[in-house]
Nanobody, 119 residues
């Protein structure tokens, strides 16, 4: 059971990369999905999530209006479209399931994908 994130890299400010998260070993559409970011020297924080039930979405204020989370259950894959990137968006991005109340994640994580925003 694992997550595999991809799509990161060195991006100029204002760039628009799309991150992908493919799950294996379980069915992604049984869960909500979240994207998380770990900035240099900081802990991991949630930036976006999408509901299992109705695909409703929520975003951290720092990315609201710039990032869009989506899912393709047929491909067992979730996405994070990133627009108008800023240097402060730099970090390693991870995905994980989101479930329960209060929300929690699986205790295993993928390798993440590094996004570096720099000119």
């Amino acid at each position: 059971v694992q997550f595999v994130e991809s799509g990161g890299g060195l991006v100029q400010p204002g760039g628009r990369p799309r991150l992908s998260c493919t799950a294996s070993g379980f069915t992604l559409d049984d869960y909500g999905i979240g994207w998380f970011r770990q900035a240099p020297g900081k802990g991991r924080e949630g930036v976006a999530c999408i509901s299992r039930l109705d695909d409703s979405t929520r975003y951290d204020d720092s990315v609201k209006g710039r990032f869009t989370i989506s899912r393709d259950n047929a491909k067992n894959t979730a996405y994070l479209q990133m627009n108008s990137l800023k240097p402060e968006d730099t970090g390693v991005y991870y995905c994980n399931a989101v479930f329960g109340s209060p929300p929690r994640q699986f205790n295993f994580w993928g390798q993440g994908t590094q996004v570096t925003v720099s000119s």
